[in-house]
């Protein structure tokens, strides 16, 4: 009662602008983060400007996991954070040193305009460049300041010795020319006894040496190590690289000054092999637990080449590979070598806990790639990869069988030569799985009959997705039987049933063949889900959750 009331104020201190020089004061720090939250869901983008550029404490953490139906931020405040995180780096109020962007973006387009992944990637190296370039002008201005005393003093010093007030020891013999000399030699050394400081001392003498060959390298090298050494503010943050944002991304990482930009998960779609390596060595080595790389053209020798530097990455637990073009066929020269680089590489990555490969080619080579891994995986995705019997043989006795929490096998061709392997996977899983997606993978009522008890005996599930797979309202009724006997799960995906597609589908259609192919228009769709809903109901469940829409079903939404 107490929280909901601290938001409901601050939600109504947020909402007018106007009043915010009365308040912002003598707001204590505790009250900050409501406020700040308010004015993100108020969108209010002035108030989070304000708020940030003030913010009293050593972290902000902005994004993360959202609840179900919460939309993301607004765009316009996400970029009144950014404005306000440049202009705090001068305000004396502002105490924050980690700004952590982690799980911020959106879908692209989305509802409430929220910002998309690519476009938060730019505007924060946006905020970088832009912050960089504030603080070397600032640091000229400060050098220009310092020149002009600097200038300054040496005036006074010359109007002192011309009115005979300059004051200095002088031995009893020493004549006119003695003098001279002296008053020449005190004069040429009265910078190094007024100028205080390392760098005035280096303007000097570049002052009396005059322009020298690569002066201007070395200054730009001692400016950059000293932007580096004075870092403020470290943004941690999910990155989106593409070839658009690929110039862009590889300036800020490279580039010293206030804002220090890490990153947790990068996603790179769509660029070179030697433009990914550039990424990772740019990236600070601690704190990546993540790469996904998608629709770009790796190659075997690309991806044996990445791997490497991938295992620098001591925290590195994920990796995701969708359609990077690998293709192992028989009749491909160099293939065994090629296989034994890719087993070399993976068996560096000392902690990855999630593999993903989406579309790989890869029929028969599972064991060659997973019993490299020093250890066991927790979530394992392996849809459109063309598996083979023994490639299912081996998974259901590997050391990771006993672990996973989440599987995808989707795409994947079943049949009764692979049902014993997949009940085996099943029953070493059962203890384990939460998450099991079998979508796509031809099976029909007979398969589904032989594979229920099986599923019925993973304790743990609690999402299950069967989508495009050729199953009639009798298959489905008999899913869901099995489903509301099943404590722990709370979803269940499943395809549309035979019956209600218009004729002319073929015995055993494909899942290409299901997705394309229109419904029936003049049976009523709806009937099968109150049939399947009837069911749960009859049970006396009230925790599962019965959907057919492949698009919009999210299986994070019940952790």
């Known amino acids: ?31 900050f983060a409501p406020l700040l939250e308010a004015a993100f869901s108020s969108c209010r983008p002035l108030a989070v400007g304000e708020l940030v550029q003030r913010w009293p404490e050593r972290s902000l953490r902005v994004g993360g ?17 950014l404005l306000a995180v440049v202009r705090g780096l001068s305000d004396r109020r502002c105490a924050m040193q980690i700004l952590d962007l982690c799980g911020l973006q959106g879908d692209e387009g989305g509802m409430g305009d929220p910002m998309g992944g690519w476009s938060l990637t730019v505007a924060l190296c946006t905020m970088v460049v832009q912050a ?15 020149r002009k005393r600097f200038s300054a003093l040496e005036r006074e010093e010359d109007i002192k010795r011309e009115r005979g007030q300059y004051k200095k020891e002088q031995e009893p013999d020493g004549d006119e020319e003695s003098s001279d000399t002296e008053r020449m030699t005190l004069s040429g050394s009265v910078g190094d ?34 932007l580096g050494s004075n870092v403020l503010v470290h943004v941690r943050a999910d990155l ?21 930009l890490q990153c947790r998960y990068l996603r790179v779609e769509e660029i070179t092999v030697s433009s990914i390596r550039t990424l990772l060595d740019l990236l600070p080595h601690q704190g990546l637990l993540g790469v996904d790389v998608r629709y770009s053209s790796l190659g075997v020798a690309g991806l044996a080449e990445l791997l490497p530097l991938l295992s620098t990455f001591p925290a590195l637990h994920s990796l995701r590979l969708h359609y990077c073009n690998l293709d192992f066929r028989r009749d491909h020269p160099g293939q065994d070598e090629a296989l034994r680089d890719l087993s070399r590489g993976l068996a560096q990555l000392q902690e990855l806990r999630r593999l993903s490969l989406t579309a790989l080619r890869l029929p028969g080579q599972l064991r060659v790639l997973l019993s490299s891994l020093p250890q066991p995986l927790t979530i394992l995705e392996l849809p459109y990869l063309s598996l083979t019997p023994s490639d299912l043989a081996y998974l259901s006795c590997s050391h990771h069988a006993a672990t996973l929490q989440q599987l995808d096998l989707s795409e994947n061709r079943l049949d009764e030569t692979t049902l ?22 031809g099976l029909t009522d007979g398969l589904l009959g032989l594979l229920l008890p099986s599923l019925g005996g993973c304790r ?7 989508a495009l797979n050729p199953l009639s309202v009798s298959g489905l009724t008999d899913l869901v039987r099995m489903a509301v006997r099943m404590p722990s799960l709370r979803q269940l995906l499943y395809p549309n049933p035979l019956e209600d597609y218009q004729p002319g589908l073929p015995d055993l259609p494909s899942s290409a063949q299901l997705l394309d192919w229109p419904l029936d228009e003049t049976t009523d769709i709806s009937m099968t889900s109150s049939h399947l809903n009837r069911v749960v109901k009859d049970s006396g469940r009230t925790d599962l959750s019965l959907t057919c829409d492949l698009l919009n079903y999210d299986k ?4």
């Open 132 to 146: 960089r370039a504030g603080a070397r002008k600032q640091k000229r201005r400060e050098g220009e300041r310092e």
């Open 240 to 260: 989106f690289v593409n070839a658009r944002s690929w110039e862009r991304v590889r300036g800020a990482l490279n580039s010293s000054g206030p804002l220090k």
């Open 460 to 466: 743990a599930l609690k999402s299950l997705a069967l």
């Open 556 to 559: 994070d939404l019940v952790d």
């Open 193 to 226: 006894e007024e100028i205080k400081g390392v760098r005035r001392r280096m303007e000097l003498e570049r002052q009396r040496d005059g322009p020298l060959a690569g002066l201007g390298d070395s200054r730009k090298e001692n400016e950059e190590k000293e």
């Open 1 to 31: 009662m107490v929280l909901t009331l601290v938001r409901l104020c601050a939600r109504e201190v947020v909402s007018d602008h106007s009043s915010s020089p009365g308040w912002l004061r003598w707001v204590p720090s505790e009250l």
């Open 420 to 441: 014993p392997s997949i009940r085996r996977l099943l029953s070493q899983t059962s203890g384990s799985l939460q998450h099991l997606s079998l979508s796509g993978c």
């Open 65 to 81: 996991r959202r609840r179900q139906g919460q939309a993301g931020p607004n765009r316009l405040c996400i970029q009144a954070l």
